[in-house]
């Protein structure tokens, strides 16, 4: 199991942006996949998006594709998810997760970061 802790959150307009990071306990890249999940009030948890370093792919949930974006830095070993065109739906509680490679579940999770919509 490795330690993660999201951070970023906050309160955005609608079409704003925000930046999460995830820091990870360790150099996991390449051993483990690293995805975004989120959970809005009253709804079951989603995944968003997630990467696996050692074959570069990426996934998106289709309702944020083309606005949020995945990326990695492995020599500070955080995770980051830009996030633009903010949306009301987008409002949630945003997870960062992480599985072994070839792992069907995630095993390891954040505590979570608030995204609210101030519109």
């Known amino acids: 199991e490795v330690q993660l802790v999201e951070s970023g959150g906050g309160l955005v307009q609608a079409g704003g942006s925000l930046n999460l990071s995830c820091a990870t306990s360790?150099?996991?890249?390449?051993?483990?996949?690293i995805g975004w999940f989120r959970q809005a009030p009253g709804k079951d948890r989603e995944r968003v998006s997630c990467i696996s370093r050692n074959v570069e792919s990426t996934f998106y949930e289709d309702s944020v594709k083309g606005r949020f974006t995945l990326s990695s830095d492995n020599a500070n070993n955080t995770v980051y998810l830009q996030m633009r065109s903010l949306k009301p739906k987008d409002t949630a509680v945003y997870y960062c997760?992480?599985?072994?490679?070839?792992?069907?579940?995630?095993?390891?999770w954040g505590q979570g970061t608030q995204v609210t919509d101030s519109s």
């Open positions: 997760a992480a599985k072994p490679r070839g792992e069907q579940h995630y095993d390891s």
């Open positions: 360790g150099s996991i890249f390449g051993q483990y996949v």
